[in-house]
């Protein structure tokens, strides 16, 4: 019996014998409540639903020969339905349910199971002690450098092995985004005020875990780069560290110079995913990104000339997105030429500008909350969910197809 199981819930209801194949990241905010609880005598086991593709049978049948007398579940806004059956369905004495959709819209979520809105890492032995009923405001962790160090050992794929064969691991060095752009509910969970661990910390957790014969970081921050002095000042930590790792990390084009980018490549970083989204400037004003198309495409001239790798994100079907801006935007995408693209239909979330516009425009709830996975059968549908209603007047049958023209063409260019 466990004092404890978390479960990372499945992003979608894989079956028992059709398991797709993606790279998925280890769940660090389950991992931190993991590490926390442990600390404190649990004794916790994380069932990661989302890296194993465990069907929600095969969930509930894991977590019932547990048989914890806590059981935890983080929950998405395109998953909640799903996640939250899953949680019914599984023994425990005491539930809890937390993640995005569960702070964006807790009030809403009514069941047999207390639900935790915000970060809930300093208050978790507290919850897990006095087992509390209804909804917790958790609220934000203000000092970062007070969360201990995620203990590995609860992941089933982390460190995992990266492109280039080494052993990589995951690390959140902030948490918040100070932009705010339209599809992205980040600042309404983590604040719009970046919080962020000290550089002594990153690169201690960082040594820790070149001990144990990890070679490379792949940063989770949902932007890395919101100021260009502290990711120079991590660079140079990193330089005068033993670790000498490669790492790689999600960035802004607007905090992006081919100086900094080359302070960066000489620490080691060897890959910045970027979210480029569309190549027409008043849809990209609308989003809240760079319009900036010449900047954008010096930028990553600028990596290909200094041998750092790109991946770029690309969205379609944005209100008042006509269908030649979408097919301007994936020409955009061949152009650019990055590393590795992905291509997406722009979906509508709770607590997002998005969600809110669509709402005032007429648009009901139970439009905005209906989502299905894509019909498309390829490894890079994992974040592939959208909107069954659609948000320009283009049908999501017609989307896909241009998502599928979009990879088919991003393949043909890579050869």
Excluded at 307 to 324: I, W
Excluded at 348 to 359: D, M, V
Aim: charged share 25%.
């Amino acid at each position: 019996m466990k004092d404890l199981v978390l479960i990372n819930s499945p992003m979608q209801e894989y079956s028992e014998k059709n398991k797709p194949n993606y790279f998925t990241t280890a769940p660090l905010g389950l991992g931190y409540l993991a590490t926390v609880a442990s600390r404190e005598g649990y004794d916790v086991e994380i069932v990661d639903a989302e890296a194993e593709k465990l069907s929600p049978s095969e969930v509930v049948k894991r977590i019932d020969n547990l048989n914890p007398d806590i059981v935890g579940i983080n929950i998405f806004s395109t998953n909640h339905r799903l996640a939250l059956d899953i949680l019914e369905n599984s023994s425990g004495n005491y539930k809890l349910v937390g993640g995005p959709h569960a702070t964006l819209r807790g009030e809403e979520l009514q069941g047999s199971y207390t639900v935790v809105k915000g970060e809930a890492d300093k208050i978790f032995p507290k919850i897990l002690r006095e087992r509390p009923m209804g909804i917790i405001n958790a609220g934000l962790v203000q000092n970062l450098d007070s969360l201990p160090y995620v203990n590995r050992k609860f992941f089933v794929n982390d460190p995992y092995s990266s492109d280039n064969g080494e052993r990589e691991a995951s690390i959140n060095s902030s948490r918040g985004c100070s932009f705010n752009c339209v599809y992205c509910s980040v600042p309404t969970i983590g604040g719009r005020k970046m919080r962020a661990r000290s550089i002594e910390n990153v690169v201690g957790e960082i040594e820790n875990l070149s001990t144990k014969g990890v070679k490379s970081i792949h940063f989770t921050d949902d932007l890395f780069n919101f100021s260009k002095d502290r990711v120079i000042s991590f660079t140079e930590a990193l330089s005068q560290s033993d670790a000498n790792p490669s790492w790689r990390a999600l960035c802004r084009i607007e905090n992006l110079d081919e100086n900094l980018l080359s302070r960066m490549k000489d620490s080691g970083c060897y890959r910045i995913a970027i979210g480029v989204e569309s190549a027409t400037p008043s849809v990209l004003e609308y989003i809240g990104k760079s319009s900036d198309i010449k900047k954008t495409k010096s930028i990553f001239d600028s990596c290909r000339k200094l041998g750092v790798e790109t991946k770029a994100f690309f969205t379609v079907g944005h209100p008042n997105e006509t269908e030649k801006e979408i097919e301007d935007t994936i020409d955009f995408a061949m152009d650019l030429n990055p590393d590795d693209a992905r291509f997406m239909v722009v979906r509508a979330f709770p607590g997002t500008r998005l969600y809110k516009n669509l709402e005032e425009a007429g648009y009901s709830r139970e439009e905005l909350d209906d989502y299905a996975q894509s019909k498309i059968d390829a490894p890079y549908v994992k974040y592939h969910v959208m909107n069954n209603s659609s948000l320009n007047g283009v049908s999501p049958e017609k989307l896909d197809e241009y998502i599928i023209s979009a990879y088919r063409r991003f393949s043909r260019r890579k050869g």
